[in-house]
């Protein structure tokens, strides 16, 4: 599932679409697209792992769930839910969900909450956090409705970096290291945007789906942990385990 900072790139990607005017659409999708042609895409924005695109007086939010793709100037060998094609070129959604919601994304989206917004705001983060005492830490990195955007490698590595356990409890943490990792979900997130773009995401990976703690230089522990069970990797020596 793309994490917030690849939804940022596609968004950057798709910058000479913007103001330009469909010419076709087509795909297998079942919210009504029809009308598209000769609209203008007044923008595209993200919240999080929703990709938006803007006309006048609606939008598509579209979510990649697990295997969703996108390509850019050429075609997979399938049918796209979604096909835009403009005069400088066309974009193709696979495997994802979409939704036709009328309004302006302002009305339905608190940018807040969204880590790599200029609108970010960390002391909502906080408030909320000390709302959820018994929540994991896991599961508390990636409620999207605090966090927008952070994904299962980001929680990963964020927890190693703070060196907070993933099987702490968030009212457990001291107000310390409740911020340290409000501020570095926001940082790690930044710094994924720059190793994806740079096609160095996988080599800079501290702790997911590695074998070896590279603090300690023993074997990483990995489990399904919290609510969510998503596979996390972690060390159980330099990770504290709070509560």
Same mark, same amino acid.
């Given at each position: 599932?793309?994490?917030?900072? =690849?939804? +940022?790139?596609?968004? !950057?990607?798709?910058?000479?679409?913007?103001? #330009? &005017?469909?010419? @076709?659409?087509?795909?297998?999708?079942?919210?009504?697209?029809?009308?598209?042609?000769?609209?203008?895409?007044?923008?595209?924005?993200?919240?999080?792992?929703?990709?938006?695109?803007?006309?006048?007086?609606?939008?598509?939010?579209?979510?990649?769930?697990?295997?969703?793709?996108?390509?850019?100037?050429?075609?997979?060998?399938?049918?796209?839910?979604?096909?835009?094609?403009?005069?400088?070129?066309?974009?193709?959604?696979?495997?994802?969900?979409?939704?036709?919601?009328?309004?302006?994304?302002?009305?339905?989206?608190?940018?807040? =909450?969204? +880590?790599?917004?200029? !609108?970010?705001?960390?002391?909502?983060?906080? #408030? &909320?956090?000390? @709302?959820?005492?018994?929540?994991?830490?896991?599961?508390?990195?990636?409620?999207?409705?605090?966090?927008?955007?952070?994904?299962?490698?980001?929680?990963?590595?964020?927890?190693?970096?703070?060196?907070?356990?993933?099987?702490?409890?968030?009212?457990?943490?001291?107000?310390?290291?409740?911020?340290?990792?409000?501020?570095?979900?926001?940082?790690?997130?930044?710094?994924?945007?720059?190793?994806?773009?740079?096609?160095?995401?996988?080599?800079?990976?501290?702790?997911?789906?590695?074998?070896?703690?590279?603090?300690?230089?023993?074997? =990483?522990?990995?489990?399904?942990?919290?609510?969510?069970?998503?596979?996390?990797?972690?060390?159980?020596?330099?990770?504290?385990?709070?509560?």
């Amino acid at each position: 599932m793309p994490e917030g900072p =690849s939804i +940022v790139i596609l968004k !950057e990607e798709l910058k000479p679409f913007k103001g #330009k &005017k469909v010419l @076709e659409v087509s795909g297998d999708t079942s919210v009504q697209i029809d009308d598209l042609v000769n609209m203008k895409v007044h923008d595209f924005r993200t919240w999080g792992k929703h990709f938006l695109i803007c006309f006048k007086n609606f939008f598509f939010r579209i979510h990649f769930l697990l295997w969703g793709t996108y390509r850019i100037n050429e075609r997979k060998d399938a049918t796209p839910r979604l096909s835009l094609r403009f005069k400088n070129g066309e974009v193709n959604f696979y495997t994802c969900s979409i939704r036709r919601i009328e309004g302006s994304p302002d009305d339905f989206y608190d940018w807040e =909450s969204d +880590v790599m917004a200029d !609108e970010w705001n960390a002391a909502k983060a906080e #408030k &909320k956090l000390k @709302e959820m005492k018994k929540v994991n830490v896991s599961d508390a990195l990636l409620n999207q409705e605090i966090f927008s955007g952070v994904g299962n490698i980001i929680k990963n590595e964020v927890l190693f970096r703070i060196k907070i356990h993933p099987e702490s409890s968030t009212g457990a943490l001291p107000k310390r290291k409740l911020k340290e990792m409000i501020k570095e979900a926001r940082n790690y997130s930044f710094d994924f945007y720059t190793w994806k773009k740079a096609f160095e995401l996988k080599k800079n990976w501290l702790i997911y789906k590695k074998k070896k703690c590279p603090r300690c230089n023993i074997p =990483s522990e990995k489990g399904y942990i919290g609510k969510t069970k998503r596979l996390t990797f972690f060390c159980n020596n330099c990770q504290a385990l709070f509560g």
